[in-house]
């Protein structure tokens, strides 16, 4: 099974300032087909998942672009240019290069100073 | 837009078989190349992909949960749905579905596995 971490697992940010998150695979997920599979979801409280990125970078439709993913091979980032007040909540990176098999990582809380 | 609507029991007894039904709508289960999956969230706690089908019926589940659970598709209903059997608290969670891809997600349901 691929193991996903993700660092910090808690990230205090003051509104209007950068955030940033990693996720960490314990192998490569880079598919035969070529395509890395890693997406971004982010939970708000007493909400379900909500898909942010997918593909490494790839904004999901509706998603602000102050939200930004990076990474290749097994290391990964999601990067908040400017937290906004809704952006509260906990992010999860997800592998589904294994597909139809997924794992996800922790969770990441990102709360307001 | 797709939606996807999970409804069933809120609570379960011990040991007895949970089970769930996921309806999509705003999209045909059968027309796409895509999985179908659930996935459960204990309160407090991180998501875990229970499995997947195709609406041909292929199934994959969580080696961790797969001798306990059953994934199966009603395509002229436009449904999948889960089974968990042998149930404890352990299994008392929010139960989403979503497609297989994690584009489109439902609202989640909370079943408590409570006497």
């Known amino acids: 099974d691929i193991v996903m971490t993700q660092t910090p697992l808690s990230s205090p940010v003051t509104l209007g300032q950068p955030a940033s998150i990693s996720c960490r695979s314990s192998q490569s997920l880079v598919h035969s087909d070529g395509n890395t599979y890693l997406s971004w979801l982010q939970q708000r409280p007493g909400q379900p998942p909500r898909l942010l990125i997918y593909?490494?970078?790839n904004r999901f439709s509706g998603v602000p672009d102050r939200f930004s993913g990076s990474g290749a091979g097994t290391d990964f980032t999601l990067k908040i240019s400017r937290v906004e007040a809704e952006d509260v909540g906990v992010y999860y990176c997800t592998q589904a290069t294994q597909f139809p098999f997924y794992t996800f990582g922790q969770g990441t809380k990102l709360e307001i100073k | 837009q797709l939606q996807l609507q999970e409804s069933g029991p809120g609570l379960v007894k011990p040991s007895e078989t949970l089970s769930l039904t996921c309806t999509v709508s705003?999209?045909?289960?059968?027309?796409?190349?895509?999985?179908w999956g659930w996935i459960r969230q204990p309160p407090g706690k991180g998501l875990e992909w229970i499995g997947s089908?195709?609406?041909?019926?292929?199934?994959y589940y969580n080696p961790s949960l797969k001798s306990r659970v059953t994934i199966s598709v009603d395509t002229s209903k436009n449904q999948f749905s889960l089974k968990l059997s042998s149930v404890t608290a352990a299994d008392t969670a929010v139960y989403y579905c979503a497609r297989g891809d994690q584009f489109y997600w439902g609202q989640g349901t909370l079943v408590t596995v409570s006497s």
């Open positions: 593909k490494i970078s």
């Open positions: 089908i195709y609406y041909s019926g292929s199934t």
């Open positions: 705003g999209g045909s289960i059968s027309s796409s190349s895509y999985y």
